[in-house]
């Protein structure tokens, strides 16, 4: 059996190997089962990486460190502590929606989800072992007072697009990660700050509890402005107190004042991570959770000190196959990782040799000024187990209305991917890709074609249902014209150059000439204005293809001798005479090598002498 992960902000210090022992006796026969094959494949795998490593020579192990460090060095150029970039990340959010709402869950333990699986947990909850992921029912035996409240991700995405709506105040391309999590890149925004701002403050306080923020007990507010009204939801005493919050220029204090404003627009609390890149940021925002914020400073002896003792499982991508890996060569933390790259090309393929180095180094994925957005956008459900279609139908529907309403509000206009993610019963996961000849872009291509994918996996029993959009194509992104769209600018062009008025000296004596497609006379004369002809002749081609009309066929003319290896063609061409290819290949390779030449298409123009 896997271990618990105690990883996620408000778990540390517990026991785990009590916790272990609790999910061990309660988990299905199923998922033992997955989960026994799951760890033989992982022990496989650290059996081979222990056996390469023992195996491997002096000249190899001195080749993956030449390597390794050529490696290093060229990583260290892209180096980029210009920028100042922020990981936003909004605390137990779906359990905070729901606390808010409901005061008297505030001081119990909680969590959404139901009693297939948990969406998140409040704090209180998490001191027991609880979290995101778990089974609701093997909660219950952690913590047996735990309330649990279904979600609701109506009410969650309407919250979402309150405060993205702040981010993006202070950096027009912020990436919604998803509905709590956010990405800004405020290194402009700083830049262009040279004043302090002051913001009105509300808090409440009262009989009445329902109302967010709160006045701490620890504050007298009596020499605050206030004002009193009853509340409309419980009919309490409600006082309101107002002051004023000043905010300075610099990045930390920029933070704090979205924080800030975050609390006062939704009642709700994040936390923040401020760094060079979102690698590190994101790493940060979970080091003074909940409520707070951490700065790691844009210096690189600064950046190595902080990783040197970070256990690799706080490094985002790296989860517990990948963590079973790297302790296989006792390697525990981020600064092992750095004094162990040379082992690396020993043991991993290229591309995540150079994933661990960038992580051991403080590095984002790739090379950029700032980090790249996102490139994909999922959404995906647990359910109890089923293979009733109708049942997988409904939930089907409503992760492709969730991941629409995503992908309008992330700044996206579709995707050229769609993937379709199922997890069996048996908790085996499977994906299934399509990318269709059209970018997806609304809601209906979403359901059709991950419904196409779906239907073809009918009759198995699935536990978990996701669909995610990949290759985005973004709303700035200029779109590719299409043969039409590239012909009615032409068309335009000329239209503009006929509308100019000219001069005696400019007008050039016109002749007409057939068109080779149509019979038509056409107007054309010398030099430029031959490409009226052209283009017409363009027109007529296209206009055929359109109304599956045969065209007429091209003809070609010679533009250079015979040569050595026009000559192979023809000894090929023999070989391909007696063969079975369909006659369409056949008579392609026969006009190829007949002709002895490359050919091109011939220009209107010498079209017309050679027709004359």
């Not at 290194?187 to 109302?211: N, Q």
């Not at 990948?322 to 092992?336: C, F, K, P, W």
Request: hydrophobic share 30%; glycine share 6%.
């Amino acid at each position: 059996m896997l271990t618990f992960n105690d990883n996620k902000a408000g778990m540390s210090g517990l026991d785990k190997e009590k916790i272990t022992k609790v999910i061990e006796e309660n988990t299905s026969a199923s998922y033992s089962e997955f989960s026994k094959k799951q760890q033989s494949r992982i022990e496989e795998k650290v059996l081979e990486i222990k056996n390469r490593l023992s195996t491997a020579t002096k000249e190899e192990r001195q080749g993956a460190e030449h390597l390794m460090k050529n490696m290093e060095t060229k990583l260290e150029s892209q180096r980029d502590l210009s920028r100042d970039c922020v990981c936003i990340d909004m605390d137990a959010y779906f359990a905070a929606v729901e606390m808010r709402d409901d005061p008297k869950l505030r001081t119990i333990p909680m969590a959404v989800g139901s009693a297939a699986m948990l969406s998140t947990s409040n704090y209180l909850a998490r001191r027991f072992g609880v979290r995101a992921g778990m089974p609701g029912f093997i909660s219950k035996k952690l913590c047996p007072n735990l309330t649990l409240v279904p979600g609701n991700y109506t009410k969650y995405s309407k919250i979402s697009r309150q405060f993205s709506e702040i981010f993006a105040e202070y950096d027009g391309d912020v990436g919604m990660m998803s509905l709590d999590e956010a990405y800004i890149d405020l290194t402009d925004y700083v830049a262009a700050r040279t004043e302090k701002r002051t913001l009105k403050r509300h808090r409440y306080g009262g009989d009445c509890p329902c109302w967010l923020p709160r006045v701490p007990d620890s504050e007298s507010p009596e020499s605050l402005d206030s004002e009193e009204s009853e509340c409309p939801k419980c009919s309490k005493t409600r006082k309101i107190y107002y002051d004023d919050v000043e905010f300075g220029i610099g990045r930390e204090e920029i933070v704090r004042e979205i924080r800030f404003r975050v609390e006062q627009k939704t009642g709700l609390t994040c936390s923040a991570g401020i760094a060079a890149n979102f690698m590190l940021a994101k790493i940060c925002s979970d080091f003074n959770k909940p409520n707070g914020q951490y700065v790691l400073e844009n210096d690189r002896e600064k950046i190595l000190e902080f990783l040197r003792d970070l256990p690799i499982r706080k490094v985002g991508g790296i989860g517990r196959v990948s963590e079973a890996h790297l302790q296989s060569m006792d390697i525990r933390t981020v600064g092992d990782m750095l004094q162990k790259a040379s082992l690396f090309p020993l043991c991993f393929s290229q591309l995540t040799q150079e994933s661990f180095l960038r992580t051991a180094l403080g590095l984002p994925g790739r090379p950029s000024s700032s980090d790249p957005r996102r490139k994909s956008i999922s959404v995906e459900r647990t359910f109890s187990p089923t293979a009733d279609f109708k049942i997988l139908l409904l939930e089907h529907s409503e992760i492709c209305r969730m991941l629409e309403e995503d992908i309008r509000k992330s700044g996206v206009t579709g995707g050229k991917t769609i993937t379709l993610k199922l997890k069996l019963s048996s908790f085996d996961v499977l994906t299934r890709s399509l990318t269709p000849s059209e970018v997806v872009t609304t809601l209906e291509d979403i359901q059709k074609f991950s419904l196409e994918l779906l239907e073809k996996e009918s009759g198995k029993e699935i536990r978990l249902l996701g669909v995610r959009l990949s290759q985005l194509v973004f709303e700035e992104e200029k779109k590719s014209k299409t043969i039409q769209e590239f012909w009615n600018d032409a068309k335009l062009k000329i239209q503009n150059s006929e509308d100019v008025t000219s001069s005696p000296d400019d007008i050039i004596e016109m002749e007409t000439r057939k068109c080779p497609i149509c019979g038509d006379e056409v107007e054309t004369g010398g030099g430029r204005l031959l490409e009226f002809l052209n283009r017409h002749v363009d027109e007529c081609i296209l206009k055929m293809s359109q109304e599956d009309v045969e065209t007429p066929d091209l003809i070609c003319i010679s533009v250079e001798k015979n040569t050595e290896k026009n000559k192979k063609r023809n000894l090929n061409f023999q070989k391909y005479q007696n063969s079975n290819l369909a006659p369409p290949k056949k008579r392609k390779i026969q006009e190829k090598n007949q002709m002895g030449t490359t050919k091109k298409v011939a220009t209107i123009d010498s079209f017309w002498k050679k027709k004359n």
